[in-house]
């Protein structure tokens, strides 16, 4: 193609600012080390939580997992935004994509978004499964509860083919209070 346009059209981030792309390539590292996480902590519960153990014997593997998840939960939240942020920019502004492989690139976003966040929050919903079964076993004193966690889930819909899209979102307030000492 004459202009180079060719070039852009092979690679998209070509036209993107150096900020941009940095940015894009940070967001890509950390999406990758929280698949990584999610997948090393579900393992963990499933064999940890799930397997018939002495109690005592996983209350240190359960105070670990509370303990990652509260330093986790805020980097959890900054990549579910910034997925957002991005599907929205790709659908409207000055930088919106039109075409079928912009809608899929779109779409591919939309559904890591998801499966982030639900992965997350049945790790959550797991910990306090968890919990509560350490608390059956070991009694109230040795799992204490002063953690405060809360999850917000946003499922929108964006049909292929319509003529005016919408979207619709459920609000899920989630409060665990659990803090093991």
């Avoid at 393992?43 to 990652?68: G, M, T, V, Y």
């Avoid at 978004?113 to 608390?135: D, F, G, H, P, T």
């Avoid at 966690?149 to 319509?162: F, G, M």
Wanted: net charge positive; charged share 20%.
């Amino acid at each position: 193609m004459v202009g180079g346009q060719g070039a852009a059209a092979e690679d998209p981030r070509s036209v993107l600012s150096p900020l941009t792309n940095s940015l894009l390539e940070q967001l890509e590292a950390r999406i990758k080390e929280l698949k990584a996480w999610l997948r090393d902590t579900e393992l963990l519960i499933f064999n940890s939580c799930l397997r018939q153990k002495d109690a005592s014997l996983q209350l240190p593997s359960f105070k670990s997992l509370c303990s990652e998840v509260r330093a986790r939960r805020r980097g959890v939240a900054s990549v579910l935004k910034l997925c957002q942020k991005l599907l929205q920019q790709s659908q409207s502004g000055p930088m919106a994509e039109v075409g079928p492989e912009a809608e899929q690139h779109r779409e591919a976003l939309q559904l890591l978004s998801i499966n982030l966040e639900r992965r997350w929050e049945a790790i959550v919903m797991q910990a306090l499964q968890w919990q509560n079964r350490l608390k059956k076993e070991l009694g109230e004193q040795q799992v204490r509860t002063h953690y405060s966690y809360s999850v917000t889930l946003q499922l929108q819909c964006h049909p292929t083919v319509t003529v005016s899209p919408y979207s619709y979102s459920v609000t899920l307030q989630l409060q665990c209070h659990t803090t093991v000492t």
